[in-house]
């Protein structure tokens, strides 16, 4: 059995970003993701005038409740997500001037119900070159809160950046969502929030929330459940391969957890305890057909993973990855068709059927850590395999090379 020390959740640290700049008092957060994507929302807010002290093994914040300490800046947000839609929302939270823009990635993914949202609720947000894209300017004066409704169905950071500027607002806050994608991540915020001080209800699809402020806390970040379905997935396409991730275990917050029991349908041995996950691999890898609309984030995993399964795979109810780093739904297809796999899709789904992967071929990533990290699995059982943007995996996991080749290596 190999015991892997996987790096903490980049939605946990991103959500524990916002939430420490918003609090009252000095947060510390207990090993948050070193990563671009988290170095890029510390150092954004940095530029917004909050005091952030990065150590190994701690961060810790200085909070203002009052919003940005700067009355102007100019944030570049790299290509993380989070940063892109969760810092806008911070500042209009607050009193000045500030400007966003992204990589040209990030320029290409849309946050419009979100700014959308903000306007309704009185922000002055202006986007400059393409409407619901970066980049944008705020001209924040406060929020007052009041009622709204949103269309959640392309991402639910969307609603994780309103609810979490709830309690920054003057009156409060209700969200009545009409769609809802990856509802498992909204659960993150909702526990999140309550930790740091909120008080956060849902009725039906109405989340409301009362206007608290947030308090400072001690904040440990468990590791990424993404991450590890590279691991889980490797060691379920082996006979006696065994991973177990510590730190990940009933009480985890992470939905994307719950690729395990897809790799378990499968044929894997799955053993949850509350402090650790481990998968086993038990020779028997079984075709299926399932919804991964609440962990579509692992969907690249599993579709690297389809060809070794004794039947076709079937991926349903994945729109959602279309819009993410890249078009993940025609990135996976792509590549597998390359290496001699059949593979049909529609809009929201994907059909893999069984089949020996062939190469040499190099894997087109589009910049995307998670088409590396997922045909990194399928390369186990196919020899050529190379990457034309190995580095990308620098987004959440610039070690996983190492990692992942150790961990492979030694079983």
């Keep these: 059995m190999t015991v892997i020390d996987i790096p903490g959740s980049k939605s946990v640290t991103a959500r524990a970003l916002f939430l420490a700049a918003a609090a009252r008092g000095t947060t510390t957060l207990l090993r948050p993701l070193l990563s671009d994507d988290t170095e890029g929302f510390a150092e954004g807010l940095t530029a917004l005038g909050y005091e952030v002290v990065r150590e190994p093994g701690a961060w810790r914040i200085e909070g203002g409740p009052a919003g940005p300490a700067a009355d102007a800046a100019d944030?570049?947000?790299?290509?993380?997500?989070?940063?892109?839609?969760?810092?806008?929302?911070?500042?209009?939270?607050?009193?000045?001037?500030?400007?966003?823009?992204?990589?040209?990635?990030?320029?290409?993914?849309?946050?419009?119900p979100l700014t959308t949202a903000l306007r309704t609720l009185g922000a002055d947000l202006r986007h400059e070159e393409n409407e619901g894209h970066h980049p944008l300017t705020v001209h924040a004066?406060?929020?007052?809160?009041?009622?709204?409704?949103?269309?959640?169905?392309?991402?639910?950071?969307?609603?994780?950046?309103?609810?979490?500027?709830g309690p920054l607002t003057a009156e409060g806050l209700a969200v009545t969502v009409t769609d809802l994608v990856s509802e498992p991540y909204v659960e993150i915020t909702l526990a999140m929030m309550r930790a740091f001080g909120a008080e956060v209800t849902r009725e039906g699809r109405t989340y409301t929330v009362a206007p608290t402020g947030y308090t400072a806390a001690h904040y440990?970040?468990?590791?990424?459940?993404?991450?590890?379905?590279?691991?889980?997935?490797?060691?379920?396409?082996?006979?006696?391969?065994?991973?177990?991730?510590?730190g990940l275990g009933t009480g985890a917050l992470q939905g994307d957890l719950g690729f395990v029991d897809v790799l378990r349908r499968m044929g894997a041995d799955v053993e949850i305890t509350g402090t650790e996950t481990t998968v086993r691999g038990t020779g028997t890898l079984r075709g299926l057909t399932v919804n991964m609309r609440d962990i579509s984030d692992t969907m690249p995993t599993l579709a690297a993973l389809a060809p070794f399964a004794?039947?076709?795979?079937?991926?349903?109810?994945?729109?959602?990855?279309?819009?993410?780093?890249?078009?993940?739904?025609?990135?996976?297809?792509?590549?597998?068709?390359?290496?001699?796999?059949?593979?049909?899709?529609?809009?929201?789904?994907?059909?893999?059927l069984p089949g020996t992967p062939a190469g040499p071929v190099e894997i087109a990533t589009h910049?995307?850590?998670?088409?590396?990290?997922?045909?990194?699995?399928?390369?186990?059982?196919?020899?050529?395999?190379?990457?034309?943007?190995?580095?990308?995996?620098?987004?959440?996991?610039?070690?996983f090379h190492h990692v992942f080749g150790a961990f492979t290596r030694t079983q």
Excluded at 234 to 242: F, K, N, S, V, W
């Design 75 to 112: 944030v570049y947000c790299r290509d993380g997500a989070t940063t892109a839609r969760f810092l806008p929302t911070l500042a209009a939270a607050g009193h000045g001037t500030f400007r966003f823009d992204a990589s040209p990635q990030m320029r290409r993914r849309p946050l419009g």
């Design 141 to 165: 004066a406060g929020i007052k809160g009041g009622a709204l409704t949103l269309d959640a169905g392309q991402s639910s950071q969307y609603l994780t950046a309103l609810l979490m500027l």
């Design 220 to 246: 440990p970040v468990e590791p990424d459940a993404s991450t590890s379905s590279y691991f889980f997935a490797a060691a379920a396409l082996e006979a006696g391969r065994t991973v177990t991730v510590p």
């Design 310 to 352: 004794d039947g076709p795979v079937r991926i349903e109810d994945v729109a959602n990855t279309r819009v993410k780093e890249c078009d993940r739904l025609d990135a996976c297809a792509e590549n597998l068709r390359r290496l001699g796999i059949t593979v049909t899709t529609g809009h929201d789904w994907i059909e893999i």
């Design 367 to 399: 910049g995307d850590h998670r088409i590396v990290m997922s045909f990194a699995v399928t390369a186990l059982r196919t020899p050529g395999i190379t990457f034309d943007d190995p580095g990308c995996v620098r987004k959440t996991f610039p070690d």
